[in-house]
């Protein structure tokens, strides 16, 4: 622990222990926990043993036998290896608690459950439902339980107790163990106060009670989580979908948990932390990268974005489909065979009504209307003839008439079949047909989205085209019967994996039917339902867990919905740090227009990353600028931790520079430590250089550098141990506005510099 470190304020909910703790350690009942984590770990060790020794076995049994033979072999050997994967992955602090209660026995809490030889539970997974006290119990409200205890590890090695005694009244425990140990500070301040990495690692070992409430809150609706920065919005969100896939892992694994987040640089600063609570089979990705085949990567100017994301959009691309199908203003008159067909307006018109009333997508309907066109005109053929067509002739002229180009292009002109890129592109490109689709939206606005055709896509257009794929849809007739048979085929799948675990005895929680049965269906192509999900636009999931929610646009919004229309999500974010322009001020004026009464929400309200005089800082900003902040108590207070620089204008970029390699020097621990300078998008080419890293456009965030430099944008989502913040005047101009200094200001853990030479925004330094 970093001996400058103390715990904050107590608050209700909050870190502080609901019970007496004790700082000492009392080494003979260390001894004692030694010996069961021992027992555990030799329990892993062995079935780690079992379970490569039938892998073995099973890659010995050679490639023979019948297709179905070796398709349950090789479902085997990725059995037995992902069971492998998963026993390495629990290493780390393999049991963490333990529960000591009135009546029951004692129970000990770790990252996956585990039962002896004679399948007696000897480590509670700290997902069930009798681990739960182990994070929610108080002395108010104790369940039974009147010790809980944290067991702080180094490897295998026991290092610390740390003890809430939830019954005050009682000073030993039962069965003669001598002496209660009461616990000083916390595993909790412990890891709070640890170097950083440049990756986030998981809290299971000290959940709080107010985050344990919303990792284990129901399934259904939406939840939306509004917390002020640090109060483990995004820990409390990853917790919550491993706790869901593995409490309702039968209704999940079939159609799968999305996760949205807000750059690639933050899912990978994320993206340790699913693994090492043994779950994998999360579909992460970004908003640009959610439409697959289109990827939006180039920058845009906020104002764009502000009008692609709002809400009219959808009428816009919806008006924009229906524009393409249109009557001609002039009947057309063809010549085949010598004879006189003539695409007749009111034809048209009645073909499009007729097609319209299918509620069909564009592409699909299309072969409706030209279906009924070539009916018609085959009819025009057919009463110039001599004689009465026979249906087989009739088929032939229908084929001509396809066939010819001028009825091909009337039919096009009438109703073009469409991709969604040539749709929005054409928007773009072709002023008239903005105007068409958009008749509300100003002359202003419109000349704002104008841009040249084959211009790279950005975050925002991703919404835009989705709405248009949605609306346009694909003709996949045959896509379609396949997926049917492969559906059919899964649920086989499903149930035969299913029983082949049971009989197996494969652990409780560490390899599903799920992966199972993609390996005995996958003929070949072994494709998780992750890997099929991300290729499919039409994909839907079981739930959707949505970070730094408050930065989607309306129109992102409905596109994440279209994925999930069971509207089972967890919505986590803050109001105050929005910096898109087309993103949330308030939940509710967001979210009610698309999810009405359908969802709820709940706070945080302890912020476990920033010292509190950083913190204090950050907020008198925020509310001097007039921004939604949230209640907020720091669980952490250390000394020195905000220091203000002023600065000459030709020294600022070497004195960041100078502030950031000192603040490396304090941080530093055992090797880790990360500091970032964050700056103005004008100044981060020379700090780059000043601190010695090349000046590559986006290469510094979420990296594991020792000194980082980025936007306060990039920063979003991330933390580092210091901070060296440059000209915050200027954030507050760009933009992101105070929003962006805001998040700028509440990412160190330790240590905050502000290297300024203008004068500072108001409250920062009060
Ligand atoms: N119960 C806990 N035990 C240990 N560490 C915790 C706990 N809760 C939060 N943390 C730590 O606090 C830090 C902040 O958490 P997190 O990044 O989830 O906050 P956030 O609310 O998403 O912040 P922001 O809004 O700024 O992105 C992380 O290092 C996280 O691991």
Redesign the pocket.
């Known amino acids: 622990m970093d001996g400058r470190d103390r715990p904050g304020q107590h608050v209700p909910g909050g870190p502080s222990p609901p019970g007496r703790r004790s700082v000492t350690v009392q080494s003979d009942e260390v001894r004692l926990e030694q010996l069961t984590v021992d027992l555990l770990y030799a329990r892993l060790d062995e079935l780690r043993r079992t379970t490569r020794a039938r892998l073995a076995q099973v890659r010995r049994s050679g490639p023979s036998g019948s297709p179905q033979n070796r398709s349950e072999r090789d479902a085997f050997a990725t059995l037995y290896e992902d069971r492998a994967a998963l026993l390495e992955a629990v290493e780390d602090r393999l049991c963490f608690g333990r529960l000591d209660f009135d009546e029951d026995p004692t129970r000990y809490i770790g990252r996956i459950g585990l039962t002896d030889e004679h399948h007696t539970s000897i480590l509670t997974d700290w997902r069930a439902p009798a681990a739960q006290a182990f994070y929610r119990a108080t002395a108010a409200q104790r369940d039974g339980v009147y010790r809980r205890r944290h067991l702080v590890t180094r490897g295998r090695t026991v290092t610390a107790l740390e003890d809430d005694v939830l019954d005050l009244g009682r000073t030993t425990g039962p069965g003669g163990e001598g002496d209660l140990v009461l616990s000083g500070e916390g595993a909790?301040l412990a890891?709070?106060a640890a170097a950083r990495t440049g990756r986030?690692?998981d809290?299971v070992a000290?959940?709080?009670a107010e985050?344990d409430a919303i990792i284990r809150s129901d399934l259904q609706g939406a939840l939306v989580v509004q917390?002020?920065?640090?109060?483990?919005?995004?820990?409390?969100a990853l917790h919550r979908a491993a706790y869901l896939l593995y409490a309702h892992r039968r209704l999940l694994e079939r159609s799968g948990v999305l996760l949205v987040g807000p750059s690639r640089s933050f899912l990978r600063y994320i993206d340790q932390v699913l693994p090492s609570l043994g779950e994998t089979g999360v579909v992460s990705t970004t908003i640009s990268d959610l439409l697959p085949g289109v990827a939006g990567r180039a920058q845009e100017d906020p104002a764009v974005a502000e009008v692609k994301g709002r809400p009219e959009m959808a009428e816009v691309v919806a008006r924009a489909v229906r524009a393409r199908q249109r009557v001609p203003a002039e009947d057309v008159h063809v010549r085949v065979d010598g004879y006189d067909v003539v695409v007749r307006r009111r034809d048209v018109r009645d073909a499009i009504a007729r097609a319209r009333r299918l509620h069909k997508p564009h592409n699909l309907a299309r072969v409706t209307f030209v279906r009924e066109m070539l009916n018609r005109l085959a009819q025009q053929y057919a009463e110039q003839l001599t004689y009465s067509l026979p249906s087989d002739e009739r088929a032939e002229v229908v084929e001509e008439l396809r066939t010819t180009r001028e009825i091909r292009v009337a039919l096009n002109l009438a109703w073009m079949p469409l991709t969604p890129q040539k749709l929005v592109e054409d928007l773009y490109a072709k002023p008239h047909r903005l105007a068409e689709a958009a008749p509300r939206t100003s002359a202003a606005d419109r000349r704002l989205l104008r841009r040249e055709p084959g211009s790279p896509w950005t975050e925002a257009d991703i919404p835009l085209l989705d709405e248009a794929a949605e609306l346009l849809g694909e003709d996949d007739q045959a896509a379609r019967a396949q997926a049917r048979r492969d559906a059919e085929q899964r649920t086989e799948s499903l149930d035969y994996a299913r029983q082949v675990l049971e009989s197996s005895g494969a652990a409780g929680g560490l390899v599903d039917a799920e992966t199972l049965a993609d390996r005995f269906s996958g003929g070949g192509s072994h494709q998780t339902t992750a890997e099929r999900a991300a290729q499919d636009r039409t994909w839907t999931y079981a739930h959707l867990v949505v970070d730094?929610a408050q930065e989607l646009s309306a129109m992102a919004w409905r596109m994440l919905l279209r994925r999930c229309p069971t509207r089972s999500m967890t919505i986590?974010g803050?109001v105050a740090?929005t910096s898109s322009p087309a993103g949330a001020r308030s939940w509710s004026a967001m979210l009610t227009p698309l999810l009405r009464d359908s969802w709820r929400s709940a706070e945080?309200t302890v912020n476990?990353?920033t010292p509190e005089a950083v913190a204090s800082s950050a907020r008198s900003m925020a509310l001097e600028a007039g921004l939604p902040v949230s209640p907020l108590t720091s669980a952490r207070v250390v000394p020195d931790a905000l220091r203000v620089h002023p600065t000459a204008e030709d020294d600022l970029v070497e004195a960041a520079a100078r502030n950031a390699a000192g603040a490396l020097d304090e941080v530093r621990q055992d090797g880790a430590g990360q500091v970032a300078v964050i700056a103005p998008e004008r100044l981060l080419g020379a700090l780059r250089r000043a601190v010695g890293l090349p000046d590559v456009d986006g290469r510094s965030s979420g990296s594991d550098d020792p000194v980082v430099v980025l936007s306060a944008r990039e920063s979003?989502?991330l933390?580092f141990d210091a901070v060296v913040l440059v000209e915050p005047g200027d954030l507050v101009d760009g933009p992101g506005g105070a929003s962006d200094l805001y998040?700028a200001m509440?990412r160190p853990?330790k240590l905050l510099h502000v290297v300024h030479t203008q004068p500072l925004p108001g409250g920062i330094a009060d």
């Open positions: 909790l890891s709070l986030m690692g809290i000290t959940i709080q985050q917390g002020g920065p640090g109060t483990g919005k995004t820990a409390v730094e986590v803050d740090q945080l476990y990353r979003k989502g933390e998040v509440t853990t």
